[in-house]
């Protein structure tokens, strides 16, 4: 296993998770919800360099939506469109991109199995989704040995 911080990225329409894992790739935690639209891209940078003043930024883990079947559609191009503007602006950071079927389903799942409600549950269901995507990133990653997902080009 690689030792160096992982970043977790839930990219949504309005919001955007962000997680974050320890340095030896074990754990994955909720760092914060990004609002999406002007100075999201900015503000990302900023966590990246913040965590990097910790310990060494190995990679950011972008999820990306594909359909139960495995397919790409509308949400999945706006994803690597993201996706490639993000590595842009983080370069020389790599920004990767893991499938993220039901991490949001899952995340709502268990936020409301907590008693989580309303208000209180949007406000961090993108963060926790974002937590489930760089945990399973972290888990294939120890599994196979093998850095999950495929890697971002920038534009």
Same mark, same amino acid.
């Given at each position: 296993?690689?030792?160096?911080?992982?970043?977790?990225?839930?990219?949504?329409?309005?919001?955007?998770?962000? *997680?974050?894992?320890?340095?030896?790739?074990?754990?994955? =935690?909720?760092?914060?919800?990004?609002?999406?639209?002007?100075?999201? +891209?900015?503000?990302? *940078?900023?966590? #990246?360099?913040?965590?990097?003043?910790?310990? =060494?930024?190995?990679?950011?883990?972008?999820? #990306?939506?594909?359909?139960?079947?495995?397919?790409?559609?509308?949400?999945?191009?706006?994803?690597?469109?993201?996706?490639?503007?993000?590595?842009?602006?983080?370069?020389?950071?790599?920004?990767? #991109?893991?499938?993220?079927?039901?991490?949001?389903?899952?995340?709502?799942?268990?936020?409301?199995?907590?008693?989580?409600?309303?208000?209180?549950?949007?406000?961090?269901?993108?963060?926790?989704?974002?937590? +489930?995507?760089?945990?399973?990133?972290?888990?294939?990653?120890?599994? =196979?040995?093998?850095?999950?997902?495929?890697?971002?080009?920038?534009?």
């Amino acid at each position: 296993m690689r030792h160096g911080i992982r970043i977790g990225i839930d990219p949504g329409d309005a919001r955007i998770g962000v *997680a974050r894992s320890d340095p030896s790739g074990f754990l994955a =935690t909720p760092v914060e919800t990004v609002r999406r639209g002007k100075g999201d +891209l900015a503000r990302i *940078a900023r966590i #990246l360099r913040d965590e990097a003043e910790e310990s =060494t930024v190995l990679e950011v883990v972008v999820g #990306l939506p594909r359909s139960l079947a495995g397919g790409e559609g509308p949400a999945a191009a706006k994803v690597r469109v993201f996706a490639a503007g993000l590595a842009a602006r983080v370069a020389p950071v790599p920004v990767r #991109l893991v499938d993220e079927r039901m991490t949001t389903v899952s995340a709502e799942a268990m936020l409301r199995d907590q008693g989580r409600k309303g208000g209180k549950r949007r406000a961090v269901v993108d963060q926790a989704a974002a937590v +489930l995507i760089l945990q399973h990133a972290l888990d294939t990653e120890r599994a =196979t040995g093998a850095a999950p997902g495929e890697i971002v080009e920038e534009t």
